[in-house]
């Protein structure tokens, strides 16, 4: 799968990476360090600005950028993409190009109507843009999965195995999709199981130990905090990892309780939030909100933020150096907004 610094389709192409984030940056370095002619586009003198020349890279704003690239990879915040869009890529991007995305949410929701002769691919690694950089560095590679949305120039596949194989990917392992399905599942994961669903579901259980009478500090270490060693298991080898280090007596309670919280209600109610995402309702309400300066957003935040989960959980985690003395937290999942 993996192709060579040589034949690497992209191998005469110039490349403009425009953000230079999670994603952006590790995206920029690896496929320097493959040998591929990168330039990095970014307002003028904000913070990553001056990150990226540290970093030795070519830095211009976004439509100097644009112009002369074989290949624009648009890695800033979903939200910001439509108007950088409009102003710097439309009107300066070359006629057989490629526009690149990592998440396809701005394309599959018509919030970027992409020109009609450029190709638009899709390349997005399975992991936060450090692990990208870093699995690179070793010699190894992130996975990745990728489409292709329109192919103009007859060349859209091979402009994304070039780009897979020059950050990484082809290393490891790079599946196909299309932007349908990589955004739609994208937008459930995050809403039904990993960030609403697992919030939800700690915030419930913390909830029930306290009102029953408990200690705050006992619940906390009960429904979050031993939530990571569950997920490591989960993460290095499923369920069956998980069951395999985890007592008989918690075994059991899994079989028989899992089911009675998690029952088919809850499976019903995911089906109506993947029908949301997607009829485009979850795309309209979230761009409406974005766009009147997310008021409800700010609400449902703050909410989170005062539980009293957060309370004693900011009190006993500072009793924990090591957690503060942990690699950064990986963020695989700030990508909408
Ligand atoms: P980040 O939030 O890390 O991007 C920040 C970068 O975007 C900074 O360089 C910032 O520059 C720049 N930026 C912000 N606003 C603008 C603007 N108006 N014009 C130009 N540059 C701007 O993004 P991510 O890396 O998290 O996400 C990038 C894409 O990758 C998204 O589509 C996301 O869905 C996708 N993705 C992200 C993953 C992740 O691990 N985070 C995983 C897979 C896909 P400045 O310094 O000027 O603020
Ligand atoms: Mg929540």
Not at 216 to 227: F, R, S
């Amino acid at each position: 799968m993996s192709t060579s610094k040589t034949s690497n389709p992209l191998a005469k192409a110039r490349i403009a990476v425009l953000g230079y984030g999670s994603q952006g940056r590790a995206h920029a370095l690896n496929l320097r360090d493959s040998g591929l002619d990168v330039v990095v586009g970014l307002r003028p003198n904000g913070p990553t600005w001056h990150q990226a020349l540290a970093d030795g890279l070519r830095v211009m704003e976004p439509a100097e950028a644009v112009k002369g690239a074989d290949l624009v990879a648009v890695l800033t915040p979903d939200m910001v993409q439509p108007t950088l869009y409009k102003e710097s890529i439309e009107p300066n991007i070359k006629p057989g190009a490629a526009l690149l995305f990592a998440h396809g949410f701005n394309v599959h929701f018509g919030q970027i109507v992409p020109r009609a002769d450029i190709d638009v691919i899709l390349v997005a690694p399975k992991g936060p843009g450090a692990l990208v950089r870093s699995e690179y560095e070793r010699g190894r590679g992130v996975p990745c999965i990728w489409a292709v949305q329109q192919d103009v120039s007859g060349e859209a596949e091979a402009k994304t195995r070039g780009y897979a194989d020059g950050i990484g990917g082809g290393r490891a392992m790079i599946i196909k999709t299309d932007f349908k399905e990589e955004t739609e599942t994208d937008l459930f994961g995050e809403q039904a199981v990993l960030c609403g669903g697992a919030s939800e579901l700690v915030i419930a259980g913390f909830e029930t130990l306290v009102e029953a009478g408990y200690q705050p500090e006992i619940a906390y270490y009960e429904v979050m905090h031993e939530l990571k060693l569950i997920v490591d298991l989960f993460y290095e080898g499923g369920l069956t990892k998980m069951l395999q280090f985890v007592s008989e007596t918690a075994q059991y309670g899994d079989y028989v309780s899992g089911p009675r919280v998690i029952d088919a209600g809850v499976k019903a109610r995911m089906k109506d939030v993947l029908r949301d995402i997607q009829d485009g309702t979850f795309a309209r309400n979230w761009t409406a909100e974005y766009r009147a300066g997310l008021p409800n957003y700010k609400k449902l935040k703050q909410a989170d933020l005062e539980h009293p989960i957060e309370q004693v959980g900011a009190r006993l985690r500072a009793q924990m150096p090591w957690l503060h003395t942990a690699a950064p937290a990986a963020t695989p999942l700030k990508k909408v907004g």
